[in-house]
């Protein structure tokens, strides 16, 4: 079994905490019209292929959508790990309707945190971008952002999460990349 340290299991704890709100929008809707959300589709996360949002009059919505679209259209040679991660955050928001994740103070602040005591595990939280993470919010919270800003916020703090748990869980190395001698 696995061992867990005592930071890993409460970033898995705030994550799995958060997964309930990341499908939330989809069985909340889906009971109040009593009717069956719409089939996910199979096909590629491109542009084309990804469902508007469900309101698109709510302009952060619509950044949200154009945020994600351009991280699935970056074109060039991506590698596994960049290709599982836009998917990963494209899910995350397709599951939301596009709705903000990073709403609450409390949940970005234990964001930072967890982010922050990532080196208890051997990970650097630099390699989490946590100092943009932190510097971004600050400027969010002091302002007035634009849908655009908030949407580049969304997409930059649900990649670190997501890119955090998968290291916790599987190491930051990829096995099937080291040779025989490493």
Same mark, same amino acid.
């Given at each position: ?21 990341w ?19 199979s096909?590629?996360? !491109? ?6 949002? #469900?309101?698109?009059?709510? +302009?952060?919505?619509? &950044?949200? /959508?154009?945020?994600? *679209? ?63 993470? !932190? ?6 919270? #002091?302002?007035?952002?634009? +849908?655009?800003?908030r &949407?580049? /916020?969304?997409?930059? *703090? ?25």
């Amino acid at each position: 079994m696995r061992r867990w340290s005592p930071n890993a299991h409460a970033f898995a704890l705030m994550a799995l905490s958060s997964a309930l709100a990341w499908i939330e929008p989809a069985w909340a809707q889906a009971s109040a019209t009593s009717s069956p959300p719409a089939p996910v589709s199979s096909a590629p996360d !491109t542009p084309s292929a990804m469902p508007a949002p #469900a309101a698109p009059t709510d +302009p952060l919505a619509l &950044a949200i /959508f154009q945020r994600i *679209a351009q991280i699935n259209d970056q074109g060039g040679v991506l590698t596994r790990t960049q290709i599982t991660l836009s998917k990963a955050v494209s899910d995350v928001y397709r599951q939301r309707q596009y709705l903000p994740l990073w709403t609450d103070t409390g949940d970005v602040q234990q964001l930072l945190d967890n982010l922050r005591a990532l080196d208890q595990d051997g990970l650097d939280p630099a390699d989490f971008r946590t100092q943009e993470i !932190t510097d971004t919010w600050n400027r969010m919270v #002091a302002g007035t952002p634009t +849908p655009a800003q908030r &949407a580049d /916020f969304e997409a930059l *703090a649900t990649s670190a999460c997501i890119s955090a748990l998968v290291q916790l869980w599987h190491g930051k190395v990829d096995p099937t990349t080291l040779g025989a001698n490493a």
